[in-house]
């Protein structure tokens, strides 16, 4: 593990931002719960050496803030009680950009500021805000480090029903109710996978596959949690993902990290939006993001969560059952993100790799998945509806296929609602595919063509 993964703060090595912070932290009060969750981090690295590389390297860069003129310690310029002083005090070219405010006072100059515009890092403190130019600023240098020397990306993952499934204690169900035992009475596969956690009255299991897909996950990106569940939830379940801290570090975003209400938003990750990646179950939260996002099929352990979402089937705790190890949607979705990463980084690529786009990256790579399809919709689309606007219609073109509203030779599916249909019937008369709208959703969540014959369209309702 190299110095830069292990540095504290957070990040990917915002080095600069790390050493403001922590002199900041130094030189303002100790008492902040959440700067102790920083003070753990430290201690938790790995390799000694590295640490205490780093720590000279901090030493230092602290000396170097120490002796600048133009930055004064937080406390003694607010016992001064004087900013005209310090105005008058500066020459004019040095006029302080307030590039960072803890507990309302500027981290450079310490002057008290009402900057509204900055954003809010609770995350990383809850004193912490940084001006917009102090964002982009780092998120520069945050991603030259990790793309030209660590050849990383950044990811953010949902929790709930992407890499895990909840459920409150009082929820479980009857047929559920051997999911209460003993440990060393429960399948095998559980043992390490279901947790109980009676403090927080509820039960929690992790999706088959998920620690594999993290452990390599991390060799490729570094990644946050991004939760809309409350900030105690947020750091139980990283405890369950990430026992070890190895993953994480204080990249946990939570409900009440979030700008905007209802929505989830790139605007507090430290990483450029060019070079970041999303897995979410939900694509509504994602509204300024959908193209940074990668859209999970929903896991679905326990009754509750099926029930939640208005499924009237069993779920997998009901019927014993589990989401492939091999085949699941951690796994699939594992092939892709390495594909992303290994074009994105392909050597073979002319391009600055500062200039590319792991938007476009993404692009490209779902266009493999159903190109050379031409698709007709038949009793798919309501009467009245702008078809190119539907979301199947968007979802198809997106995967590479070409939509139509009319059939021609050319036609290789019709994507039907009825088999009674005229175009449903020409289907089965030209030898042309004939499959229910699932086909397009599986082969989305799949990232890859499915086979046909799964998805039959139900017999004629209609009558012609
Ligand atoms: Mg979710
Ligand atoms: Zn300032």
Known sequence: MSLAEDSPVHSSSSDDFAAILDAELDAASNSSGDSEEVAEEEESSEEDDDRSDYLELERVKRQKVELDPGIRNPQSSSSQGASSEIKVSLPEEEICPHPGFFAGMCMKCGLRVDDDSAVALKYIDKNLRLANDEMARLRDKDFKDLLCHRRKLYLVLDLDHTLLNSSRLIDIKEEESYL???????????????????????????????????????????????????????????????????????????????????????????????????????????????????????????????????????????????ESETEGALATVL?????????????????????????????????????????????????????????LWRMAEQLGATCSTEIDPSVTHVVSGDAGTDKSRWAVRENKFLVNPGWIEASNFLWRKQPEEKFPVSPAKCKQ
């Open 335 to 391: 092939k892709v993100l390495q594909q992303v990463h290994s074009l994105f980084f392909d050597k073979e690529r002319k391009d600055n790799l500062e200039d590319r786009d792991v938007r476009q990256v993404l692009k490209t790579v779902r266009k493999e998945v159903l190109k050379d399809c031409k698709i007709v919709f038949t009793r798919v689309i309501p009467i009245n509806f702008t078809a190119e606007h539907h979301h």
């Open 180 to 322: 209460n035992s003993q440990r060393d009475a429960l399948p095998d596969t559980l043992k390490t996978s279901l947790f109980r956690l009676d403090r927080m009255h509820m039960m929690t299991k992790l999706r088959p596959f998920v620690h594999t897909f993290l452990e390599e996950a991390s060799k490729l990106f570094e990644m946050y949690i991004y939760t809309m569940g409350e900030r105690p939830y947020a750091l139980e379940m990283a405890d369950l993902l990430d026992p070890g801290n190895k993953y994480f570090h204080s990249r946990i975003i939570a409900q009440g990290d979030c700008t905007q209400k209802y929505q989830k938003g790139l605007d507090i990750v430290l990483g450029r939006e060019s070079a970041v990646l999303i897995l979410d179950d939900t694509e509504a939260v994602w509204k300024e993001n959908k193209e940074n996002l990668i859209l999970m099929d929903r896991y679905h352990f326990f009754a509750s969560s099926c029930k939640n979402f208005g499924f009237s089937y069993k779920s997998h705790s009901q019927l014993k059952t589990d």
